[in-house]
C-alpha cells in the first residue's frame, strides 16, 4: 500500500478582491507526526465562511475592515480583543479566525489515524483541525470527539458549527427581539442567515430575507419559512422593503455590510436595533458602507457589533438546543458540499461572491464512512 499523500494549500501571493485559485499553491509535503498529547487527523470536511477573508494578505489598499481594533491608537497592547492572527504569503491556508486552546473552535472535521492523547482512538471522529490540507496533527486537549450516532460529522461545521453559533449568539443575545416585530436578514440563506430566520419565526416575528438570487429567494420562503425575501440583484432593496413593511423595520440583523447597509438602515423604526455581524460585501474592498449617523439620535437606535468568540460559554447552550432542534425535524440547515481538496479556494470564491446556492459551504477531501 502505498504512503499517503498530504497535499497543502499555501497562500501563494497578496490576493485582490475576490480570492481565484491562482493565490494559492497546492503543494506536496510529507504527512506530521504527533507527539505526546496530540493526535493525526485525516481530513474530510473543511468548513469555508466568508470571515476568512480579511486575514489574507491584500494586493492593494485594505478596507476598513480587514483592521484589527487597534486601528488609530498608538498602544493598543492591552486591549482585550480577539487576535485574528492574520495570514501571511507562505503559510498554510486555514478556515477561520479561531483561537487554538477551545475545543469548540475548529474548522475541520476528520477521523483519527494515529493517536497520542488518551481521550482517542484510531477511527474516532474528531473536530478540532483548521488547515486546508489531507492531515493535520492537532492538540487533543483542543479537539472535540464526535458521536455519529448523535449528529452527522458535518454538522460540527454546520448546523452546530461556528457560523450557526454565531446567528444564534447575534439574535439571542443582542437583538431583544419581540413578537410581532419586523427583521430583516441579510445573505438569509447562508450560514449564520439561515438560522437567524428561523429562530425569529419560531418567536413570532415578521421575517424577511435578502439574498442573491431567486433561488435562494425561493429557499428562504419556501424551506425556512420568511414571509417575504428580496433578491438583491433584481432591482433596489430600499424599494422593496418600502413595498413589504411600509411602517418601517424593528431590527436588521447584518451579515454583509456594503452598498445595502444604508437601504436597510433608513428603514429602521423608531428604537430599531442594527446587529452587525458580518461585513461579507466589504471583506474585498469593492464595497463600503455609508449610514447617516444623524438617525442614530434622532431615532434612538441602537447598532451593536459583536464577535462569536467572545461568548464561547454560551455554546454548550446553543449546542443542546440546535440539536434538540434537528432530531425534533424543526430546523432547516442546508449544506452546499464541494467534492475534493482542489475545490477550496473556488469554494471561498463563492462563498464570498453570492455564487453558491445557498447554506453553509464545505469542502470534502475524503470519503466518510460514519
Not at 57 to 68: R, T
Request: with cysteine.
Amino acid at each position: 500500500m502505498a504512503d499517503p499523500v498530504n497535499r497543502v494549500w499555501r497562500i501563494a501571493r497578496p490576493v485582490g478582491p475576490i480570492p481565484t485559485p491562482n493565490d494559492f499553491t497546492l503543494s506536496v509535503e510529507p504527512v506530521p507526526q504527533p507527539e505526546t498529547g496530540q493526535v493525526l487527523m485525516r481530513t474530510i470536511y473543511i468548513g469555508i465562511a466568508p470571515g476568512v477573508r480579511p486575514l489574507l494578505p491584500y494586493a492593494g489598499m485594505e478596507p476598513e475592515v480587514a483592521n484589527d481594533g487597534s486601528a488609530g491608537r498608538i498602544d493598543a497592547s492591552a486591549d482585550d480583543l480577539p487576535n485574528p492572527m492574520r495570514i501571511r504569503v507562505g503559510e498554510r491556508m486555514r478556515s477561520g479566525i479561531v483561537p487554538s486552546d477551545s475545543i469548540y473552535a475548529g474548522g475541520t472535521v476528520g477521523q483519527v489515524v494515529v493517536s497520542h492523547h488518551a481521550g482517542f482512538r484510531p477511527g474516532d471522529y474528531i473536530f478540532g483541525g483548521r488547515l486546508w490540507q489531507d492531515y493535520e496533527v492537532v492538540d487533543g486537549d483542543a479537539s472535540l470527539k464526535l458521536q455519529p450516532a448523535e449528529l452527522p460529522i458535518e454538522a460540527d461545521l454546520a448546523a452546530v458549527g461556528r457560523s450557526a453559533f454565531t446567528g444564534w449568539v447575534g439574535y439571542r443575545r443582542f437583538s431583544a427581539a419581540k413578537p410581532g416585530e419586523t427583521i430583516v436578514v441579510s445573505a438569509a440563506a447562508g450560514a449564520v442567515g439561515m438560522l437567524v430566520v428561523q429562530l425569529a419565526k419560531a418567536q413570532g416575528l415578521r421575517v424577511i430575507g435578502i439574498v442573491s438570487g431567486a433561488e435562494k429567494c425561493a429557499f428562504v420562503e419556501n424551506e425556512l419559512g420568511a414571509d417575504a425575501c428580496i433578491d438583491r440583484l433584481a432591482g433596489d432593496v430600499g424599494a422593496a422593503i418600502d413595498a413589504i413593511a411600509p411602517a418601517g423595520i424593528d431590527i436588521y440583523f447584518d451579515n454583509v455590510g456594503g452598498n445595502i447597509q444604508s437601504s436597510v438602515f433608513l428603514r429602521l423604526k423608531p428604537f430599531g436595533r442594527m446587529i452587525v455581524c458580518g461585513m461579507a460585501a466589504e471583506y474585498g474592498g469593492l464595497e463600503s458602507s455609508n449610514i447617516p449617523t444623524g438617525l442614530i439620535l434622532a431615532k434612538r437606535l441602537r447598532i451593536e457589533g459583536f464577535v462569536v468568540l467572545d461568548h464561547e460559554e454560551d455554546y454548550l447552550t446553543f449546542r443542546a438546543e440546535i440539536a434538540q432542534m434537528l432530531r425534533a425535524s424543526a430546523l432547516v440547515y442546508r449544506t452546499e458540499i464541494y467534492q475534493g481538496l482542489d475545490q477550496a479556494p473556488q469554494a471561498l470564491a463563492d462563498c464570498l461572491t453570492g455564487r453558491s446556492h445557498g447554506g453553509k459551504i464545505l469542502v470534502q477531501v475524503a470519503p466518510e464512512y460514519s
